[in-house]
């Protein structure tokens, strides 16, 4: 490993004595020293922050320092990579099995796959019924290796819940109603049902509920267990499954129309069966490559956070500097941020989001887990760690002149942008509160402020147009003519004005980099290229460029 410095900025520059001499001595550098002129101190200063500049082959060129930042990123990008590939196997397991029983139970239970919604008393009945019914013959008629979770039939009644206004009264004949209660109250109750039973002695038997102006809604509990045997051929054992099935009728707006819903829990539980070696040894060596990802991803967190202070020292000390000597102030936005480099932000997001993830997946190998809630955290903590991990690729790709384009147009662009985003935004943000309200409860795309953001942004990039005008109902006239005024101003506004001049900005700063022009605003660069530099800062930006101008390339960002 390289002899460690007292301060990253305070290494040799070049070996040789003319880089010397261009860079000057930046091993005894302390800017703080007031006996030395200013003159001398802005060399020195200067010398420091080119330094800072560099990327790490420059680095390594100028004072042999290895790049062991650049070395630990890319081994991270490997082991983070074949993690997460490994993972998903796992995961697209988990999710496709509980999507799979969901359609395997909705079959069964339901007895007509093309009704979700009841509007008779006799209609809900019988689905009630044959539901009981199908769950306790469930082994007799199931294609899969399905059970109730009892021992004896008899100990797994079905659980049927009304939720209902107590002590109400509603007479449609004679406009009248009485409520005592705002909220609904629930009762619970056992069913079953008996072969060539009929609805009435089925509804009059259980005691199930001949009214239903009071009900908000009725709900039917269920338990099975079965034997998941997918991954057998992945190198796993079978593994035994719970699930918790609740079926509801919604009546939320309390019109008579039921609404059928399914929701589906499954518990992973230990079977009566020993454990294999080989599944113990699978899940060890996981675990193994696990604790190796979060040691690789500490020693990164811990070698970025040191280059991340030593950045915002430097930044304290430039700052001083140009306050004393130069008689300057600096901005904290245009100055101070780009001493900071944000490329050590990402990275320390990217390590601690792996070791959050890598942690929790080691908590699911251990213990055997099998929720979604484990796994939905999980992915998301590794699925964003390797998304900053790949976009921390542009970092070193950067360091190539000719592949940095894409980096340098949006830092150019970036300002621009986002002064134009403000505006086109409260634009959008009104034409989306107008959609929502006015047209909301006549087209089902603009029934919610997300469904109204969604449709609009797909109609900015000029998808489902024709579908978007044909779904608007026709009941309300005035509000069909609106619809329609309203789609051609939003389309006609946001494609061929908004998105154009949007695209124009980031064309012109392309152009502006191609042509050899390079805008640079920080303060802290014109002082690094000295009196030679031609270049401008915000304030020069009105002013018409000249024909002729360019300005020396910048040093990459380290």
């Known amino acids: 490993m390289a002899k460690r410095h007292d301060s990253e900025q305070e290494q040799p520059i070049y070996n ?35 330094w800072h500049y560099m990327n790490a082959y420059q680095k390594y060129k100028a004072g042999g320092r290895k790049p062991w930042k650049l070395l630990i990123q890319i081994i991270k990008i490997f082991l983070v990579t074949a993690q997460i590939c490994w993972f998903a196997t796992l995961r697209f397991s988990v999710v496709t099995y509980l999507d799979e029983a969901h359609h395997v139970f909705h079959g069964l239970l339901f007895k007509d796959n093309g009704i979700n ?32 979770t009892c ?60 009214e ?38 919604h009546n939320a707006e309390n019109t008579g129309k039921f609404k059928f819903s399914m929701d589906i829990t499954q518990n992973y539980v230990d079977c009566n069966v020993s454990g294999s070696e080989r599944e113990d040894e699978l899940r060890s060596s996981e675990v193994i490559y696990d604790i190796t990802v ?10 970025t956070s040191r280059s991340l202070y030593r950045n915002f020292r430097l930044a304290k000390l430039t700052f001083w500097f140009f306050k004393v000597h130069k008689k ?31 942690t929790i997946k080691i908590y699911i190998d251990m213990k055997n887990l099998k929720e ?61 509160f107008c959609g929502w309200i006015a047209i909301g409860p006549y087209h089902p795309k603009f029934a919610s402020l997300s469904e109204v953001s969604e449709c609009l942004f797909s109609l900015l990039n000029g998808d489902d147009m ?11 006239y005035s509000l069909w003519v609106f619809s329609k005024i309203y789609l051609y101003l939003f389309i006609s506004l946001f494609i061929y004005i908004v998105l154009s001049l949007f695209i124009g900005i980031i064309s012109d700063s392309y152009e502006r980099l191609k042509s050899g022009e390079h805008i640079l605003y920080s303060n802290v660069r014109r002082f690094i290229h000295g009196p030679e530099c031609h270049c401008f800062t915000r304030s020069d930006l009105s002013e018409e460029l000249p024909s002729s101008f360019a300005s020396p390339e910048p040093a990459s960002d380290p």
């Open 16 to 50: 040789s004595d003319f880089h010397k001499n261009f860079y000057g001595a930046v091993n005894n550098v302390h800017v703080c020293n007031g006996e030395q002129n200013t003159e001398v101190l802005s060399e020195k200063m200067r010398a420091r922050l080119k």
């Open 117 to 148: 919604a009841f509007y008779t008393r006799e209609s809900l009945y019988e689905q009630i019924n044959y539901t009981t019914f199908q769950y306790e013959h469930i082994e007799e008629i199931a294609l899969g290796a399905y059970a109730r």
């Open 151 to 210: 021992k004896k039939p008899a100990n797994c009644p079905v659980l049927f819940c009304k939720h209902y206004y107590n002590n109400s009264t509603v007479k449609a004949n004679e406009l009248f109603y009485q409520f005592s209660d705002q909220q609904p109250d629930i009762l619970c109750i056992n069913i079953t049902t008996f072969v060539n039973e009929s609805i009435c002695e089925f509804v009059a038997r259980n005691k199930i509920s001949l």
């Open 212 to 249: 239903f102006y009071n009900v908000d809604a009725v709900s039917m509990t269920l338990h099975l267990q079965t034997i998941k045997i997918g991954q057998l051929k992945l190198g796993n054992r079978p593994e035994c499954v719970k699930f918790t099935i609740k079926l509801k009728f």
């Open 294 to 303: 979060i040691i690789v991803c500490f020693w990164s967190f811990i070698l």
């Open 328 to 358: 300057k102030k600096l901005s904290i936005i245009s100055d101070g941020l780009e001493l900071v480099n944000a490329w050590f932000i990402i990275i320390l997001l990217t390590d601690i989001l792996t070791i959050v993830g890598s």
């Open 372 to 432: 979604t809630y484990f796994y939905d955290v999980c992915s998301l903590c590794l699925g964003l760690s390797v998304l900053f991990i790949w976009i921390g690729i542009l970092r070193y790709v950067g360091f190539l002149k000719k592949y940095n384009v894409l980096l340098i147009t949006i830092e150019a662009a970036m300002p621009n942008v986002l002064r134009f985003l403000s505006c086109a935004g409260i634009l959008y943000f009104g034409f989306m």
């Open 466 to 476: 024709y579908t978007t005008f044909r779904e608007m109902s026709k009941e309300n």
